[in-house]
């Protein structure tokens, strides 16, 4: 039987908040940018849309990735967070392609048009919610450390960005409608940091997917703390990688050859208790035991 996990509970509380957020925007911005004749703030409203899609898959990745592990998924199912961050990241990338591209077509076909003082207002409290939505979901994806959830936090802060962008555009053709080239070149600011994260989005679910495994200095603070249980003689062999945003690793550790396999085993329980105990990413931990011979592994 399945418990509460404190992450799943706190990543669909932060994660319904979001779309609660989202859906109030989208209603203001397509409003306000219809009525105020603003085609950036109504282009926002639609970028908003591809939120509530991301909240989706966040709150889809979150409910799969914290199954407990069966006989299909002994290891869980935590590359189904993993792959939620990865669709993030690529809904990162194609929303500042459809910036680019509607930039550009504004820069070399634009008509003059001066919107009103609503679509500002606006446009300042979408970057308002968003940053302090950001601020939330982040503290909550680096509390229960999940990638998912960070991305998501990621993707509030661009839409926060290209918020900026907008208030930028909307203000300067506000002041003097042939200024509308403003808002193409702040949309064109804005879509590098749009790509920088959802690049290292992509970049960090893809090396979870191939199993690279965490810094040198982790499996070292594994090795160490293995080798201070009593009557482990070597830690040797360490694996690991991530899933999830979390750490599973394999060790193995030597031992007297004399012990019984009784006292083997509550050494090897040891290791295990002690090193999820001790690192916090750390989920699950398989040790194995070798006796001892003449000769030390290392």
Same mark, same amino acid.
């Given at each position: 039987?399945?418990?509460?996990?404190?992450?799943?509970?706190?990543?669909?509380?932060?994660?319904?908040?979001?779309?609660?957020?989202?859906?109030?925007?989208?209603?203001?911005?397509?409003?306000?940018?219809?009525?105020?004749?603003?085609?950036?703030?109504?282009?926002?409203?639609?970028?908003?849309?591809?939120?509530?899609?991301?909240?989706?898959?966040?709150? +889809?990745?979150?409910?799969?990735?914290?199954?407990?592990?069966?006989?299909?998924?002994?290891?869980?199912?935590?590359?189904?967070?993993?792959?939620?961050?990865?669709?993030?990241?690529?809904?990162?990338?194609?929303?500042?392609?459809?910036?680019?591209?509607?930039?550009?077509?504004?820069?070399?076909?634009?008509?003059?048009?001066?919107?009103?003082?609503?679509?500002?207002?606006?446009?300042?409290?979408?970057?308002?919610?968003?940053?302090?939505?950001?601020?939330?979901?982040?503290?909550?994806?680096?509390?229960?450390?999940?990638?998912?959830?960070?991305?998501?936090?990621?993707?509030?802060?661009?839409?926060?960005?290209?918020?900026?962008?907008?208030?930028?555009?909307?203000?300067?053709?506000? +002041?003097?409608?042939?200024?509308?080239?403003?808002?193409?070149?702040?949309?064109?600011?804005?879509?590098?940091?749009?790509?920088?994260?959802?690049?290292? %989005?992509?970049?960090?679910?893809?090396?979870?997917?191939?199993?690279?495994?965490?810094?040198?200095?982790?499996?070292?603070?594994?090795?160490?703390?293995?080798?201070?249980?009593?009557?482990?003689?070597?830690?040797?062999?360490?694996?690991?990688?991530?899933?999830?945003?979390?750490?599973?690793?394999?060790?193995?550790?030597?031992?007297?050859?004399?012990?019984?396999?009784?006292?083997?085993?509550?050494?090897?329980?040891?290791?295990?208790?002690?090193?999820?105990?001790?690192?916090?990413? %750390?989920?699950?931990?398989?040790?194995?035991?070798?006796?001892?011979?003449?000769?030390?592994?290392?």
């Amino acid at each position: 039987m399945q418990t509460e996990d404190p992450k799943l509970k706190s990543g669909m509380k932060v994660t319904i908040v979001g779309a609660i957020v989202n859906i109030f925007l989208v209603i203001i911005k397509l409003y306000f940018g219809f009525i105020g004749r603003s085609q950036a703030l109504v282009a926002d409203g639609i970028h908003s849309l591809s939120d509530l899609f991301s909240d989706a898959v966040v709150l +889809l990745g979150l409910n799969w990735g914290a199954k407990d592990a069966d006989d299909n998924h002994p290891f869980g199912h935590g590359r189904i967070e993993t792959v939620s961050a990865l669709v993030i990241g690529l809904l990162l990338i194609a929303v500042a392609v459809g910036i680019v591209y509607k930039s550009v077509q504004t820069l070399y076909h634009h008509e003059p048009v001066q919107p009103t003082i609503w679509t500002i207002l606006a446009a300042f409290v979408s970057i308002v919610l968003k940053e302090i939505l950001y601020h939330y979901t982040v503290y909550i994806g680096k509390k229960h450390k999940s990638l998912v959830i960070v991305a998501n936090a990621w993707h509030h802060r661009t839409d926060a960005f290209s918020s900026i962008a907008v208030l930028i555009g909307i203000t300067g053709a506000y +002041l003097n409608p042939n200024w509308v080239y403003a808002d193409a070149l702040a949309s064109l600011f804005v879509t590098y940091f749009i790509v920088k994260v959802g690049w290292e %989005l992509i970049w960090q679910a893809l090396k979870e997917v191939v199993d690279t495994a965490p810094d040198e200095e982790v499996l070292q603070l594994i090795r160490a703390i293995s080798e201070r249980i009593d009557g482990v003689l070597n830690a040797h062999d360490i694996k690991a990688r991530y899933s999830g945003g979390r750490i599973i690793t394999e060790v193995h550790i030597v031992v007297d050859k004399n012990l019984s396999v009784f006292e083997g085993h509550t050494i090897a329980k040891n290791v295990e208790y002690t090193l999820i105990d001790e690192i916090d990413e %750390l989920v699950k931990v398989i040790v194995h035991v070798d006796p001892s011979d003449n000769k030390i592994i290392h």
